[in-house]
């Protein structure tokens, strides 16, 4: 499909996903392990041509950090559930409570049917991928609605599906975001979306007419906080690979920074040392990302142009040119007093621009992040094994990584997901099975069984029972 589909097509390619559903709606494993295979020689097959794609989309994004950051982490799952699913879709046993004894009781894990997910530009393979595993693992059909800031990509993936899969199976749909709101009021039996809170908000409403069942991944203002005694050079090399991959364009990317104040200008030494050792060529330099867009650049310099205005101090990362408006390239850049009130300090900047913020305790630090929205991430620099404990059960975040950046969503054995403002639901691995089944439970009956003792009229026996088990 493509911008110019009405919206009947929208509507006939769901019934068509749905009509076949119906007719096969618990697919044997190996039905579902040959649409994971299928996805994985799609990947693998094409791996050229797909960081070709969004290098070009972006105006320049490094092959490498594409194999890194979205191609690799997408065979990795796909070969997990291929590995695991089949355990995965297994009946599970389950307790009964001794009185109902002899019965039995199992889980069992259903395909929901049609799964819609909504994909957002900036990690446009991993954040398709990383939901469809799990939905195929879990036997559904599935629509994908890709982003219209990604044409080159959105219709080679269009293209390629189309080649692997019949439109039954998964089917790819392009435009703008009419087709999305068109999209997402489509009765789904679960809708995926990864994007911004607003955008979130708009998705949510347009689902609630159908009831459709929601995964949102909503990303956030995600803090970096690095405690005392911790070296700093680590933190700053940790955390400026957090922030430069993409560009900073990473919804778990740190968003600002807590250290205490006395290390404030120690720590922002650092990073400029890690961004110029990283990144010898500057703004030039082949491995840097460049913003997606005119609009997402124009909206990044407008936010510290304001900050500046507003009495901010700006301390650029790179030597020589700081911004390249021609191609939209733009220098890492530490912001330091940035006004609360400041769009820097309000909205998720989802680029390489970096606030630093000075606490006279760790206690302060936490008390900021919880005064705000719950973020996505967390990213907590401590040798300190109690405090980081503490730190762990005072705030609230949806994963964290201690000592290190990003890289808790690369566990396939850990949910990844959001925790209020940051969304609601999780995936990867066996956490994206569960959420893209229905965990059916079954309860049966023996056929010895005292139930009879429990139907009216009521007798004197049932009512001694009932006291017993009371006690019990």
């Not at 630090?365 to 005064?371: R, Y």
């Amino acid at each position: 499909m493509n911008a110019h589909d009405s919206p009947i097509d929208l509507h006939v390619a769901f019934e068509r996903q749905r009509t076949a559903a119906a007719l096969a709606p618990f697919p044997a494993w190996d039905v579902r392990a040959d649409r994971l295979r299928r996805l994985l020689t799609l990947l693998q097959q094409h791996e050229t041509a797909i960081a070709q794609a969004i290098d070009s989309d972006f105006g320049g994004r490094p092959a490498i950090e594409t194999e890194v950051a979205e191609i690799w982490p997408c065979l990795t799952a796909t070969k997990d559930a291929l590995r695991h699913g089949r355990g995965w879709m297994k009946p599970r046993r389950a307790k009964v409570g001794v009185w109902f004894q002899p019965a039995s009781a199992q889980i069992v894990p259903q395909p929901l049917g049609v799964v819609g997910i909504i994909v957002p530009w900036n990690y446009p393979l991993l954040l398709a991928v990383g939901p469809l595993v799990g939905a195929l693992a879990a036997g559904n059909r599935v629509m994908l609605k890709l982003s219209e800031f990604t044409p080159t990509y959105s219709a080679l993936m269009a293209r390629l599906v189309a080649q692997h899969f019949s439109e039954d199976e998964m089917r790819v749909v392009e435009g703008g975001a009419d087709v999305a709101a068109q999209f997402s009021a489509l009765p789904f039996d679960h809708l995926v979306f990864t994007g911004s809170t607003g955008v979130g908000r708009k998705v949510m409403a347009s689902a609630a007419p159908n009831l459709t069942p929601l995964t949102l991944e909503l990303g956030g203002k995600s803090p970096a906080v690095v405690t005392p005694g911790y070296p700093l050079a680590h933190a700053a090399e940790r955390i400026m690979v957090g922030k430069l991959v993409n560009a900073g364009q990473t919804c778990i990317a740190p968003d600002y920074v807590l250290c205490p104040k006395a290390q404030v200008e120690a720590f922002v030494a650092a990073l400029r040392e890690v961004a110029r050792r990283a990144y010898p060529g500057g703004l030039s330099a082949a491995h840097y990302c460049s913003v997606i867009n005119a609009r997402q650049y124009e909206r990044l310099t407008g936010w510290i142009d304001e900050a500046a205005a507003q009495g901010a101090r700006l301390e650029p990362l790179f030597d020589g040119p700081a911004r390249d408006d021609a191609r939209h390239r733009l220098a890492p850049l530490v912001v330091l007093g940035a006004p609360p009130d400041s769009l820097l300090m309000r909205e998720e900047i989802f680029g390489p621009v970096l606030p630093v913020i000075g606490v006279d305790s760790v206690p302060e630090a936490m008390a900021f992040i919880n005064a705000r929205p719950r973020p996505l991430a967390l990213y907590w620099f401590d040798h300190d094994a109690a405090r980081t404990d503490e730190a762990l059960r005072q705030t609230h975040a949806g994963g964290v990584s201690v000592n290190d950046t990003l890289l808790h969503i690369a566990q396939e054995g850990l949910p990844f997901g959001g925790v209020g403002a940051s969304g609601m639901g999780h995936y990867h691995g066996r956490w994206g099975f569960d959420s893209l089944s229905k965990l059916k439970p079954v309860f049966r009956q023996s056929r010895l069984n005292g139930m009879k003792l429990f139907l009216p009229p009521y007798s004197p026996l049932m009512r001694r029972l009932l006291g017993l088990m009371k006690r019990v």
